[in-house]
């Protein structure tokens, strides 16, 4: 069965440093989203990508964040200078074209310290 | 986005019937009914939809109150692989819309 996929698992950087999270969506997936999931808190809705190009955002999404699909097949997400409270678990999901479903990845933890 | 209700945590023991309440009094008329889990230390992953009428699956089942107001997750036969973090989220469904997580209900299955 097809999957999310999502690299790296685990990412450890230091504080002002920018990291690149990617996703492989399911091949014929034409939505993609990012969550993410501070330890012990609610998944949180991140940013919405369509037709290459954002379709909503969340406050949190600021000017530190980005995505990216530079390729058929990667989706990425880059935080430019990671503060401390960036550290949470993220998640990429993807969905079809006229089905309500989101897939979901496994996730990857970032640790900044 | 429409506000739910759902107890914080229940327990079930394995191989019996649970089921997951969910209020969703505020839902719009055109917003699905999702459900999705998390397991431990793993991405949410869909379990069921519906916007009207009950659903089966091969994972669950969905009965969804005439008035739309409340659903609940049926599992038929809980085993220990279900144990997670239950999550109803009324939704749109259509386009590109996002999903709203609450804090769900954490299950518990008792071997």
């Known amino acids: 069965e097809p999957e999310v996929t999502q690299t790296p698992s685990h990412q450890v950087t230091q504080m002002g440093q920018e990291v690149i999270l990617r996703c492989v969506p399911i091949?014929?997936?034409?939505?993609f989203y990012w969550y993410r999931q501070i330890l012990g808190q609610k998944v949180e809705f991140l940013v919405s990508f369509y037709n290459n190009e954002i379709s909503e955002k969340s406050e949190i999404f600021d000017d530190q964040f980005s995505v990216e699909r530079p390729d058929g097949s990667n989706f990425t997400l880059k935080i430019r200078s990671t503060k401390l409270e960036d550290s949470a678990m993220y998640f990429c999901a993807s969905k079809e074209r006229g089905r309500e479903t989101q897939y979901f990845g496994p996730g990857t933890r970032l640790l900044v310290l | 986005d429409a506000k739910t209700t759902q107890p914080n945590s229940m327990e079930s023991n394995e191989e019996e019937p649970v089921h997951l309440p969910c209020n969703h009094s505020t839902i719009s008329g055109t917003d699905y009914i999702h459900w999705y889990r998390q397991l431990p230390s793993q991405g949410p992953e869909y379990v069921i939809h519906g916007l009207t009428s009950n659903v089966n699956n091969r994972m669950a089942s969905l009965a969804i109150a005439e008035d739309r107001k409340s659903s609940t997750l049926i599992l038929h036969r809980a085993t220990l692989r279900d144990a997670a973090v239950y999550y109803c989220i009324p939704a749109s469904g259509a386009g590109s819309y996002q999903l709203t997580f609450g804090k769900g209900t954490k299950l518990s299955v008792i071997p």
């Open positions: 091949s014929n997936h034409l939505y």
